[in-house]
Structure formats: structure tokens, C-alpha cells
């Protein structure tokens, strides 16, 4: 029976999707379906991908905590306070952190005060305001932050740790929240003051405390020594995210708000509309050029009323328009151009079209004030100390766009 099987034909049709395959099995000869089916697949959500990514990232923290405890330990044992394969532990690190301030600790204990400071450093770059505001029995991070930051204007952060530890028998917990510069400023105390019972000197002291108060920033990637790392290059860390050009797939893409890409989305807008007149339905050169001279580059939100006024008709003589979420018309904004038109002193940058575009990709790949000036110290353009300073204060460009970083055709003028 297997054998006779065997040499009769069959015919499999699959049906491939995004979530399903679909199957179908027939006999060749007589036409008959075998079998017929389909596999689904559960459908990716953003609880799933949130999850991956929040136990990506505990992993990530746990990870780096315990290489940054190494370094840690590895000072101790240069400067003599522990021995190589030691690990002082203490069942109540907050009382040696209290007393440490103030008085002499064993080496043991210094190093268990150390230790358990930079186990848990805090929460970095966060900024809020001190106010009066009443705390609610559940806080947010920043509420509590700011809580804390009250109850920590004539106390250390050990100090407060221990009496909540005597009175509530606990620490941890969202009460239990603190600024980064927070533990510095305890752990300056705190070494300052064994300073003088310990050998230690200032560069122990400098070291441990850019152990405490150095993060990665995300852009910087892993260490030198990940095969997924980008050797500290922003710029090769942002190519390898921005994907290739629609249209010119050996091109990088553009970044979203080059002023390139606006001309881009503007005559795309313009080349869309249809007018109900008497002569040509669609707009003419001239008509797009003194749109985007006269409405796009002195609006910042252009409207279809302006535009109509423009070519000399009423706005419900135009169709085709983009509609936004609330159904009303919406046409590119050139975000860059008129950010650099309050920057520029000299004001024939604003036609350097090149320039913009440079200056839109330095301010999309690089994330701090620092970087973007040292980007645009590179440009060949001399810009004023000044312009600098507020081109890299300027925010909201991110993401990239469907045309290349260089784009090689503007999109055409008529159709």
C-alpha cells in the first residue's frame, strides 16, 4: 500500500502570508484534495516587544553592574583595602555609609560602604524642579525624586536609607529613588573623611567616583570588545540604523528634515493638486516656485487659504491636498529652514542648500550639545560661535526619509 503511494503524483499548493500559511494536497492524476488547511502564527504586538525589550534591558543593567563592581574591587585591591579574592559583605551596609561620614572605618568596612554605593547609583540626567507640591501615597519617579530631594537638603542618602530602614524595617521600594549626583555627593564625604585613616589619595578618589557617575550613553553602543559595536563612531552607529533609499538603493537614506527631503515632500504636495479653472488643471512652474519662495519659506505652517491666495483662487478650487488627523489640509513644513532663519546672521546660508542639509544629518545623528559642535566646527562654512551654540540647543530632528543622504534628482518641477 506505501509503495503504490508513492508513485502516484500530488500537487502542493501553499498559500504564504505574513501571519498564516495556507496548504492544499491533490492527487495529480484524479484531481482529488488530499488535504487542506492552515497553519496561523500569533500576531506580534507591542506587549510582546515590550516585554523582549524590558528583560533585554534588566539583563543589559545586571550585566554591567557586576563589570562595574569588578572595577570597583579591582581599586580596592590596588590601594590595598581588600585582598584580591575577598568580598566584605555586611548585614547593614547603611549604618557602616552613616558612620563613615564622620568617623574612622576598618578597611573592610570602607570597602563594604564603597561597594554597596556603587551597586546602585541612582537615576541619571533627570531634571525637575523643587516646589510645595503635596506627595500622594503613590509617586511617580520624578515625584519622588523631588520628595526625596527635599528630605536629602541636610541629610546624606545613607542617613535617610537607615532611618527609614529602623522605622519602616525596609528600604527598598519606589521610596527608595535618588538623583546619581546624590551618591556622589555622599561618596565624596564619605572618602574624604577616610582619607585620613586610609591610604588613599586623590586620584582613588577621582577614579572610584567616575566609576559611580560614568554611564554609556546609548549612542556610544557596547564596549570595543562587542562584535555589535560601532567603535564610538556616531555617525557609523546612525548609518548602520538609517536603511537604503527607495529609489536609489546603493544611496544611504536622507534624514528626515534635510532641507532636500521638505523640497522633496513640498513639490510632492504641489504637484498633487488639482485646480478648477479654466487653464491648466495642474499648477505651473512659476506658480510652485513662488508658492514655496512666498508661502512655504515664510509660514511655518503653510495653509491651503495662503495658498490660494498665492495663485489668485478660492480655496475650494483645490483638490488633492493632504489631510491631517483632524480631516484638515496639511502640506510640508520646512522645520530646518525656518529654525536656521532665526539663527543665520548671515543670511545667504539659507540658500546653501547643501549647508542646511549638512547641518539637518549633524542634528539627527549626533544627541549632545558637544557633539553637533564638533560636527559643525568640521563644515567648511565659518559659523559664528553664537550660531553654533543655538543650532545644537535645537531639537525634534530624528528619523530619516525615503530619498538619499545626497539626493541626485529633485522631484520634477511639472509633470
Not at 13 to 29: F, P, Q
Not at 105 to 133: C, M, P, W, Y
Not at 185 to 201: G, M, P, S, V, W
Amino acid at each position: 500500500m506505501t509503495k503504490k503511494i508513492l508513485k502516484q503524483k500530488y500537487i502542493l499548493g501553499l498559500d504564504i502570508g505574513i501571519t498564516s500559511v495556507g496548504y492544499g494536497l491533490i492527487n495529480n492524476d484524479t484531481r482529488e484534495v488530499i488535504d487542506a488547511g492552515v497553519r496561523l502564527f500569533p500576531e506580534a504586538n507591542v506587549e510582546n516587544n515590550e516585554g523582549r525589550r524590558s528583560k533585554r534591558g534588566a539583563r543589559r543593567l545586571k550585566r554591567r553592574r557586576i563589570h562595574r563592581l569588578e572595577r570597583v574591587k579591582n581599586l580596592l585591591v590596588h590601594y590595598n583595602l581588600i585582598d584580591k579574592n575577598q568580598t566584605p559583605k555586611s548585614t547593614n551596609p547603611y549604618e557602616i555609609r552613616v558612620r563613615g561620614l564622620d568617623e574612622a572605618l576598618s578597611k573592610e568596612e570602607f570597602a563594604i560602604a564603597l561597594l554597596h554605593i556603587a551597586k546602585r547609583r541612582g537615576i541619571h540626567n533627570v531634571a525637575i524642579s523643587i516646589d510645595e507640591q503635596e506627595v500622594n501615597n503613590t509617586l511617580s519617579t520624578k515625584d519622588q525624586l523631588k520628595k526625596n530631594a527635599k528630605d536629602l537638603e541636610d541629610k546624606y542618602i545613607c542617613e535617610l536609607q537607615l532611618e527609614r530602614l529602623i522605622d519602616q524595617k525596609k528600604v527598598r521600594g519606589e521610596s527608595n529613588r535618588f538623583k546619581t549626583e546624590d551618591f556622589v555627593r555622599e561618596a565624596k564625604q564619605l572618602c574624604q573623611t577616610q582619607k585620613q585613616f586610609h591610604n588613599i589619595d586623590n586620584h582613588f578618589i577621582e577614579q572610584y567616583i567616575k566609576l559611580v557617575a560614568t554611564r554609556r550613553a546609548y549612542y556610544e553602543g557596547p564596549g570595543k570588545s562587542s562584535p555589535y559595536g560601532w567603535e564610538g563612531d556616531l555617525k557609523k552607529w546612525y548609518e548602520m540604523l538609517m536603511g537604503r533609499c527607495t529609489y536609489f538603493p546603493e544611496e544611504l537614506r536622507s534624514v528626515k528634515h534635510a532641507y532636500s527631503a521638505d523640497l522633496f515632500n513640498a513639490l510632492n504636495d504641489l504637484n498633487n493638486l488639482v485646480i478648477s479653472r479654466d487653464e491648466n488643471p495642474k499648477l505651473a512652474y512659476h506658480e510652485k516656485y513662488h508658492i514655496i519662495e512666498n508661502v512655504f519659506k515664510q509660514k511655518k505652517t503653510p495653509t491651503l487659504k495662503q495658498i490660494a491666495k498665492e495663485i489668485g483662487v478660492n480655496e475650494g478650487d483645490i483638490k488633492g491636498y493632504r489631510i491631517n488627523k483632524s480631516g484638515k489640509p496639511q502640506f510640508t513644513s520646512f522645520k530646518l529652514y525656518h529654525d536656521l532663519n532665526n539663527i543665520f546672521e548671515q543670511s545667504s546660508y539659507l540658500n546653501d542648500e547643501s549647508l542646511m542639509d549638512e547641518i539637518a544629518q549633524i542634528l539627527t545623528i549626533y544627541q549632545d550639545e558637544e557633539s553637533i559642535k564638533e560636527a559643525l566646527n568640521q563644515l567648511p562654512e565659518m559659523l559664528y560661535e553664537t550660531e553654533k551654540d543655538k543650532i545644537s540647543h535645537l531639537t525634534g530632528y530624528t528619523g530619516t526619509h525615503r530619498t538619499p543622504i545626497i539626493i541626485k534628482m529633485y522631484p520634477p518641477i511639472d509633470r
